[in-house]
């Protein structure tokens, strides 16, 4: 007997959360652009001052993720966001209660940067534990596509508004608002109830190195989750390396503006929104293992169209495409692998496992960056765009070889609706 779907949108419980999350997302979309502002427009900061302003706020993902992710194991998930999100709030109004006391300096601007960021990772780590145990286990996919859907409305108007304010409100203020996003998210948070275990205390007590060794050994030994990191990780990788010297080609080689290049790439980003509004149908009608493998199959004809295109505004349209498609799939296959994962990883051990995924996947965006530069010394920028879409090849060939594509997570109804 079929089990009544019934809609999200109808549990209270989980509409507060995500609309914590939403506004929560919308003001770290804003922040990237506000912080570099209020660097070199504020504190009139140099090209290296702003980039070590840049690379204190990188810092805490590659030193601070796995930590994270045992720490927030033994910790309940709820209680922990919303501290996370409280420390959040509070160093990034430092910002301008230092500017106010004309205090603010660069040396402050990195610290407030590390802090700020420190206190995402345990927010987000905790967030993606914390959704299985809000909703039942069946409309897992449906919750994740509608968290994605505020994350890309948030990625697409974030950068827009944040021009806007800090026109009006200059950058100092306009971190100080979008912190507010992190203290709404905090108090919508204790009115959010969960179904999460009170973190188990049995057992001999654990050092943190010991609990992080544990969580990647277990995702060595789960096929599953092992092959998504690796697929993650080399997605990540050549991805990281074509957008890295992508703005160089279009306004060098193509001459673009960059106006030009700012509207393509705005509007681009709706094919986030439309993966959010459509991965759960996709998923009912191809399955995980086929959706997994369609989605990373986009990306390198997608990327490579620009090789293509000559000056003007057809190229610039086709460009837009083909970004538009490519973000479209990027939303479905994270979605998608987010709800395999969670549903892969036992309770106790969700923090930890989320978090080995995003510190690999993480920490290789910047050494594809780097990759990506240095192959445009060597040969030039075309070339080097080119070894990096030809190189993204590899992701569906490993997608394919590997268990996933057997992988179906609908329930028996869908399949045979399906079939």
């Given at each position: ?232 990780a080399i997605d990540n990788f050549f991805l990281s390396w074509v957008q890295a ?132 010394t060597v040969f030039d920028v075309r070339t080097g765009i080119a070894i990096g ?31």
């Open positions: 007997m079929a089990v009544r779907d019934t809609s999200l949108l109808t549990n209270r419980n989980f509409v507060t959360y995500w609309s914590g999350q939403a506004v929560a997302m919308a003001g770290s979309a804003v922040l990237p652009v506000a912080l570099s502002l209020v660097a070199v427009v504020s504190l009139h900061a140099s090209a290296m001052a702003a980039s070590i302003v840049s690379a204190a706020s990188m810092l805490p993902g590659m030193l601070l993720t796995l930590p994270v992710g045992a720490v927030v194991d033994r910790l309940p998930k709820r209680a922990a966001m919303m501290w996370a999100d409280l420390g959040q709030s509070m160093s990034l109004w430092a910002v301008p209660v230092l500017w106010w006391t004309d205090l603010l300096s660069i040396a402050a601007l990195c610290v407030i940067g590390f802090v700020a960021t420190s206190c995402g990772i345990v927010s987000q780590v905790a967030h993606l534990s914390l959704t299985p145990y809000l909703i039942a286990d069946r409309q897992l996919i449906d919750a994740n596509s509608k968290l994605s859907l505020a994350d890309s409305v948030a990625t697409t108007s974030g950068p827009i508004f944040a021009g806007f304010l800090v026109g009006r409100l200059g950058a100092p203020f306009t971190v100080g608002l979008a912190a507010l996003g992190s203290l709404f998210s905090a108090a919508t948070l204790l009115r959010v109830r969960s179904s999460e275990p009170p973190p188990s205390r049995t057992g001999e007590p654990t050092t943190l190195r010991r609990d992080i060794v544990e969580g990647l050994h277990f995702v060595r030994r789960n096929v599953i989750l092992r092959s998504l990191m690796v697929i993650n010297v992508l703005v160089v080609y279009l306004v060098r080689v193509l001459l673009w503006s960059p106006e030009s290049y700012g509207v393509v790439m705005g509007i681009a980003a709706v094919g986030g929104i439309l993966g959010s509004l459509l991965v759960r149908r996709l998923h009912k009608s191809l399955g995980t293992g086929r959706l997994l493998f369609a989605a990373v199959a986009v990306g390198a004809p997608a990327e490579s169209m620009v090789l293509f295109l000559s000056p003007g505004h057809v190229g610039q349209v086709l460009t837009c495409l083909a970004q538009m498609a490519a973000i479209f799939a990027t939303v479905c296959y994270n979605v998608t692998s987010r709800t395999l994962r969670q549903r892969e990883s036992p309770e106790g051990m969700r923090s930890r496992i989320t978090a080995a995924h995003r510190w690999v996947g993480g920490g290789l965006r910047p050494v594809g960056a780097i990759c990506g530069g240095l192959s445009t879409c030809v190189s993204m090849v590899i992701t569906p060939v490993v997608a394919w070889l590997s268990p996933l594509r057997g992988t179906d997570l609908r329930e028996p109804e869908e399949r045979r609706w399906a079939a």
